[in-house]
């Protein structure tokens, strides 16, 4: 199945994507969805309210999860031509809700950043509470997959050891268009999946999703060790080479830039760069 959340005017909605159609499921997005244990049934029969596809609001695949895990240096081939070793254990830091925006909203630049980058990554959206997960567990526990890019504030990620503060910027984090099952996706829970991302039209980064070093399943397993993992919590799994701030010179997102993030099967986001419109206080 492929899933989403509408913005209507009544609200948010999730809905199920029927072709160029989206069918409303009965549920106020699709985290409310999720938890719900009996979501896939209830999705695939859902006969609500349509939507025409092409004219629909996106909001957030999950507009508000309870917990965003991100994974740093997790691509085998951009980490060996580096010079480096591969990890033994995922790096991760987090990312708060408040930074999620649709996968067609403007990203709003931020005054106090002038290194604004791009990281096209794949997203793993949890579907069942686990604690501790074996692999066939971690497995069971993902729902689908999306597109999310993590854009950074890179002057503020290196102003310490700690990157958080450089990547949860409100409002600067587009996920969606949709949620996509895995049994929809070559690989399934492990997918072998096309990334990409572009600026102004030019591809700036590409990857199978494939080479990533800790897989989706292990990712689950991983942080389920030390927290619980509940329905609709997202996991970025981490971007591959080409980054801005990687580049000689280095480049960064500008007022009117258009930055694209693509996953083969899962879509595709468009979101307009914009100067803020006004000047904090």
């Not at 499921?25 to 896939?40: F, K």
């Not at 604004?116 to 074996?134: F, I, K, M, N, P």
């Not at 984090?173 to 997918?191: A, I, K, N, S, Y």
Request: hydrophobic letters at 45%; aromatic letters at 4%.
């Amino acid at each position: 199945m492929r899933l989403t959340t509408l913005r209507t005017p009544a609200g948010n909605r999730a809905a199920r994507i029927d072709g160029d159609t989206a069918v409303e499921i009965g549920a106020p997005d699709l985290g409310a969805l999720l938890a719900d244990p009996t979501w896939e049934a209830r999705a695939a029969s859902a006969d609500g309210p349509r939507h025409d596809l092409a004219g629909a609001d996106l909001a957030p695949v999950v507009p508000n999860p309870g917990k965003i895990f991100c994974v740093g240096l997790n691509y085998r081939s951009h980490i060996l031509e580096m010079g480096r070793e591969l990890p033994e254990h995922p790096t991760l830091f987090a990312k708060f809700p408040e930074a999620l925006i649709g996968p067609n909203d403007v990203i709003e630049l931020d005054v106090v950043s002038s290194s604004v980058d791009w990281e096209a990554e794949l997203a793993v959206v949890v579907g069942r509470r686990t604690r501790r997960a074996s692999e066939a567990e971690a497995a069971a526990a993902i729902a689908g997959f999306a597109v999310l890019n993590d854009v950074t504030m890179r002057d503020w990620q290196y102003r310490s050891v700690q990157w958080l503060q450089g990547k949860t910027f409100e409002a600067t984090t587009p996920l969606g268009p949709q949620l996509v099952t895995p049994d929809e996706l070559p690989g399934g829970v492990r997918p072998a999946l096309d990334l990409s991302c572009a600026v102004d039209g030019e591809t700036v980064q590409r990857a199978d999703t494939s080479d990533l070093v800790f897989d989706p399943v292990a990712l689950i397993a991983y942080i389920s060790t030390i927290v619980t993992l509940n329905p609709g919590d997202v996991i970025a799994t981490g971007t591959p080479g080409g980054v801005g701030h990687a580049r000689d010179p280095r480049r960064y997102l500008t007022d009117g830039a258009v930055l694209e993030t693509a996953v083969e099967g899962l879509g595709a986001q468009r979101n307009a760069v914009a100067a803020p419109a006004s000047v904090p206080a």
